[in-house]
């Protein structure tokens, strides 16, 4: 092991990896009284969580949303004090979606996008007739027989059409993971929607069932300082010197402890938690279990790109009454989607201000990110431009890649992930957890940091 800043440190359990999950990890282990070293790459803790803060704007460069139905994010901010900060979306919380070159509403009444009462789909301009009759017919499409994974394309088409596929499961879907639509899983990410399938026969009646209602304050929350907010309480609330930045870990050897290598020197431990994407704990792993190193090697990552503008408000013609739009595939432009994240959250922009986000690249346009800097900015400056009535130049434009940061859940990913466990019981003490495994954004990330933390500290302490 490499001489470093650890000395001949043993300690109970460490953490590779300083995102949302390898620090919601530290924190429940320090909260349990372990040991807990966290070696993070980068110079910043936080991973794809990451706040922008000059004069009066609040740029969140990646996630900018806490969904509250998932409990783990909110239930950590009250932890650490901060949850009277979090704030709710601003009203209207209407999202668009682009069709032929109109900005359409999701109607009221809609769950993930679909009209499950018949007072939506009459309203919703987004589809044709034989569209809305197609969908409204999946209250008479006969349950699927088998079990097996299927993609959120085929599992949307096969019940309620393929307009339902171009105009609601590509953009907003499989748009939120960034993805293809007849490659993403529909067991992994939508689970609801085949529980509702298997249970009534049709997703209509099971979600009229239940009386799914949008809740009076919204179906995300976030902080007034942005994401970040959250990453700093949490850096706050760690003992000093427990995240080291500037730690690429290197190599992970087996003996008694692990000893893990790091650019910061070598330190050894008991139990080690991987926090990092799986092609990432490929390598870590490789010397360890090549076969374990083959099967996180194989779950794709896609690369995005969100780029911040501000205007002052009289610049926008378009009302921006909602959150913002998603782009169907089939209209043929650069743009994913757009956040109007002044009419979303509250303090993001000076008075008279406004702050629009656009998201270019992901898996249906994987080649858009070999673009330059200033060509991903003037794309999406131009295609803002045309869709919103905007006039003058931004008065700032800032871009922020993320290149292979959004892992796809394909088809598989579930069993992919079941032999991922099976092969980890070879390797007691030995842990991975993440986005790229069992957890889809920020609040799965928080509760499966903090269970594999329970499950390292248990082997750490039984054996120190
Ligand atoms: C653009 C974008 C928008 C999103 N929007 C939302 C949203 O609004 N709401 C939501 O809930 N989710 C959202 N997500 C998803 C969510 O942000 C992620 O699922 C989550 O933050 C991932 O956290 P993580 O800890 O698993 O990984 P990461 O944040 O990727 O952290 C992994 C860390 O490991 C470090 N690392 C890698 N290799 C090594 C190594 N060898 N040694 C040491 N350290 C290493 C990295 O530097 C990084 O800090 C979004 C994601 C993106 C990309």
Redesign the pocket.
Known sequence: MAEGVFSDQVVDVVI???????MAAAFDLQSRGVSVRV????TR?????ATDRFDDWVVDA??????VQKPAAVALCRELGIADRLVSTLTPRTAYVLRDDQLHPIAEGSFLGFPITAGALAQSGLFSVAGKARMAGELFIPRRTGDEDESIGDFVRRRFGQEAVDYLAEPLLAGIHAGDVDRLSIHALFPRLVEAERRSGSVIRALRALRVRPSPQGAFVSLPGGVGELVDALSRALAPGTIVTG????GVERSDTYAID?TAGGIRARSVVL???AY?AAS?VRTLDPALADLCNAVPYAS?A?VAFGYGRDQIAHPLRGTGFVVPRTEGIALLAGTWVSSKWPGRAPAGHVLIRGFLGGGRDPRRLDASDRELVETAQRELVDLLGISGSPLFARLYR?TR??PQYEVGHLQRVAQIERRLTTLPGFFVT???FR?????D?ISDGRATAARAADYATARS
């Open positions: 590779v990896g300083a995102g949302i999950a390898g070696l993070e790459a980068s803790a936080g991973g794809v969580i990646g996630p900018d949303s806490l969904l730690a690429r870990a290197t790091s926090a990092v994407p990432a870590l995005t969100t993320w940061q959004s993440g986005s790229g957890a889809i954004g920020i609040p990330c």
